[in-house]
């Protein structure tokens, strides 16, 4: 059985520890509400552009003047991995990570050992993790994640998009954590380009065109300026959905954390209770066994 003092440095470990993991449990609440607030209020803009682009890209399909909804061979593939750029989250970054490397070696196995599958990192954890490994990395974008704007998002979007025109890329997948509350969120895995009509990657059934809209002036002025707005929104959206459910998967992390802290302590003290106990009855015996032996 350990010693007193073992068991009273071990208790003050444990409070200092339940301490640190509550106080990260109320700034990550502190951060979600405002992470929330925002995500909420750009979802239905964000839902509605997209609606439209969709049945829009049925009118356009066979247009050669738009570069954005043109349909290659998917030789070149860039996967876009939005993690976080601090831990203590939970699953929130292993589970985009596992995605990555799933897609790699099942969906896009051909590409990946050809070389032609790159992966484009938002979010230190998923650079940290890829480069050390020696996947093939297009590009590192942690930056992105820090005081987020729409600004810096619109510009990597823009980088994405000239990509994508210039055939450096056939295809661009982009893996996150879409926010659905603080407790749960859920993976997506979405076409960025080309834009299609059809439901996002995984679904077999294209969607109906749900309007037939009027253009004014003509549908290639409105094309070329809604579809480069809607891309950029479309990645702003993704980025802000991460960075809610990074908060919110870090504020249930910690608080899991303090409660096992709190249980851990309790049973710290039933054990530091019994040592003292014992230790209390080893002197009383050995009080009456000196006792005793003097009466002798």
């Not at 970054?93 to 938002?122: F, H, P």
């Amino acid at each position: 059985m350990p010693g007193l003092k073992e068991v009273r440095i071990r208790i003050a470990s444990v409070k200092s520890t339940q301490q640190i993991t509550n106080a990260m449990k109320m700034v990550a609440a502190s951060k979600l509400r405002k992470a929330q607030m925002a995500i909420v209020k750009l979802r239905p803009y964000a839902a509605k552009l997209q609606e439209i682009l969709q049945n829009l890209s049925v009118s356009i399909e066979e247009s050669n003047e738009n570069a954005y909804t043109s349909e290659r061979n998917a030789d070149r593939i860039l996967i876009v991995a939005i993690t976080s750029n601090r831990g203590l989250c939970g699953g929130f970054n292993s589970n985009i990570i596992k995605t990555v490397i799933q897609l790699l070696t099942t969906t896009y196995s051909e590409q990946y050992q050809k070389g032609n599958a790159r992966i484009d990192c938002i979010g230190r954890k998923a650079s940290e993790f890829f480069t050390k490994r020696n996947y093939n990395v297009s590009g590192v974008h942690d930056q992105l994640l820090e005081h987020i704007s729409f600004p810096k998002v619109s510009a990597y979007a823009e980088e994405l998009m000239r990509s994508f025109t210039n055939k450096e890329y056939d295809r661009i997948i982009m893996v996150y954590n879409q926010f659905k509350n603080a407790a749960v969120q859920k993976l997506i895995v979405e076409q960025f380009l080309p834009i299609a009509p059809a439901e996002p990657v995984g679904s077999k059934e294209k969607s109906p065109v749900t309007a037939d809209y009027i253009f004014e002036p003509d549908s290639e002025t409105i094309l070329r300026e809604l579809i480069p707005k809607t891309l950029r929104i479309q990645v702003y959206k993704a980025v802000l959905d991460s960075f809610a459910s990074e908060q919110g998967a870090r504020m249930t992390a910690m608080q899991q954390a303090t409660d096992n802290a709190q249980d851990i302590l309790r049973e710290l003290q039933i054990t530091y209770n019994k040592v003292r106990q014992a230790a209390i009855t080893k002197e009383i015996l050995e009080i009456v066994s000196g006792a005793e032996a003097l009466k002798g």
